[in-house]
């Protein structure tokens, strides 16, 4: 069996040590003498031509190393700027980046580079504080139809892009298949419909002679991510066209419904005491490496995770992966599907330089080399053969495919977003706790968002043409 993995640790070590040993250095400053005799300078050397960008990003661990590896490759291409200095990146790991970054903004004292959450887009967008960056795409090429569309799409606000992906992501259905086998299900075939997961989950589940669960199938709140999110696998829609707040809607009510089924039919009591036995989720005792949940919801970056906390099971192939399952016929490839972006700040102190970075890290070269480190897929249609061959992800087709589908969900143009997302994922769990009917707390969440909803467009509508210019030049 190949291992992707040497080729992943091989490159993060190179480019790490290309890191380390080509930090780079502040301009030399010389200093006028006044007054007697002349002045001597010093010979000029590339360093002295250097103009420094400070990229502020989010990563820790092995994805910040990623992206260090990447800043070092273009480091290391020495691009020249109008003027003809060298373009160096300052990579900074920076925690609470949405709140930090709005603050420097607004103190017009920004980086020149952010890397955000894509729930952060809209947020950031929302109140003027991204550039757009349309003048520059069309001034490099940077085409729309080279781009998988809903990555395109959600770096869109109001007609005008404000940012580019940099690590995009796909989520999906992942199985033991040693758990399969054990319960004469075929270890190689998924559950097609929602009605089969749910037949599948009861087979799997196993209890101890006490009556209490060891195993349980499938657990809806595990891992808990993507709570506020099992409308879109019952054809429900969390906004309209506008943006407008449709949380009520018959097909979400449904999706709840079915999520409380498990509560009824496994006790709330006795699933809060085994959940409450798991470990965190980078651990051996996670949940699904422990072996106490055979079927999970997780993203394209869950393989990383496999491969350190089961090695036998990445190995020895014992995992699968495949699309969740809807609950309508017809209805496939549901995913939801997120990405970290890069923009440029406004008041950002060179933006120009500032999108030579970013347009490298959305070429092929630094993009297959970011999310290859990373473990995820490029937003590219089309990538390398050498891209596919070498991922550590061995099933990373499967999550292209899904970003590729017309039912991959993006995060809504609503500024409103991350207290929706709050308000659906409260509701789910006085759901799942069996405190409210779904229909009666998705009617709170409508109520409590619809209000929310109009005071923000009346606050929108107030700061129309007040903002700063945001025009990429």
Known sequence: MRKPHLFLLATVAVAAAAFVYDRPRHSAKSAAASGTGPVLFPARSDREEEIELTY?????GFEGEAMKATVAAFNRKRVRNAAGRIIRVNLLTTSQIDRKAMLAIAGANPPDLIGLFSYNI?????????MELDGYLRR????????????????RYKGSMVCLPTTPATIALYWNKDHFAEVRLDPERPPGTLRELDEYAERLTVRDGGGRYVRLGFLPPEPGWWNWGWSLWFGGRLTDDEGRITADRPENVAALEWVQSYSKKYGTKGL?????????????QNAFFSGRVSMVLQGVWFANFIRRFAPKMFEEDRWGCAPFPSAVPGLENVTIAEADVIAIPVGAPHPDEAFEFIRFVNSREGMELLCTLQGKHTPFKEVSREFLENHPHPKIGLFIELAKSPNAWTTPQTPLWLEYRLALSAAFDRVWLLKASPAEALRDVQRE?????????????RRAGTGADRRGR
């Not at 968002?449 to 509508?461: C, H, I, K, Q, V």
């Open 56 to 60: 502020w990003e989010k990563w820790t």
């Open 122 to 130: 809209h947020v950031f967008a929302g109140k003027g504080a991204l």
């Open 140 to 155: 490099y090429g940077i085409r729309e139809e080279d781009y998988i569309p809903c990555y395109w799409r959600l770096c």
């Open 272 to 284: 809060q005491s085994f959940r409450g036995e798991f470990g965190p989720f980078q651990s051996p």
């Open 449 to 461: 968002m619809e209000a929310r909803d109009a005071a923000e467009r009346a606050r929108e509508a």
